[in-house]
């Protein structure tokens, strides 16, 4: 596990600012997220480097919007506090196990992190994902690759 110093912090700030702004947008927030999941800067945003990465929200939500296009699909959006908040985690449980955010989303969606929020905003950071996991009964072995590719052995009887 990496310690949540500066770097993390900067990266972590700047993508809870991302999700926030993207209220602003015309789409929903489910649209916003799937974009974001295949977006390049989120690959930069992945390498867990801020030299990588302008840190202007402005820039990173024109950098979207310009790979896939304007687009007004979608009601539901979520608050901007909702946004900033689930963000923050994605990023902060990316950088801080040192996964891939496309990872840390699959196992809690955008749907599921709306429900914690109510709960957990107010919560330390380390708290919410020790409680995050228990409740999809996983350990911090989950973000171990060594640990999910013996599982997958051990699984599929190959040893």
């Known amino acids: 596990m990496r310690k949540f110093d500066h770097n993390g912090l900067l990266l972590a700030e700047y993508q809870g600012k991302l999700f926030e702004k993207s209220v602003e947008l015309n789409c929903s927030t489910g649209i916003f997220v799937r974009r974001f999941i295949h977006s390049d800067l989120l690959k930069k945003l992945d390498t867990n480097n801020p030299v990588l990465v302008s840190l202007e929200v402005n820039e990173g939500i024109k950098s979207i919007t310009e790979q896939f296009g304007e687009t ?14 689930m963000g923050y985690m994605y990023r902060y449980i990316a950088y801080t196990r040192e996964v891939s955010s496309k990872f840390v989303m699959d196992l809690w969606d955008y749907k599921k992190m709306n429900a914690l929020y109510y709960s957990f905003h107010t919560q330390d950071t380390e708290w919410c994902v020790r409680s995050m996991l228990e409740m999809i009964n996983f350990t911090e072995d989950i973000f171990d690759n060594n640990y999910r590719l013996k599982e997958l052995i051990e699984k599929n009887g190959n040893y």
């Open 72 to 85: 007004d699909y979608g009601k539901d959006k979520y608050s901007a506090e909702v946004m900033f908040w």
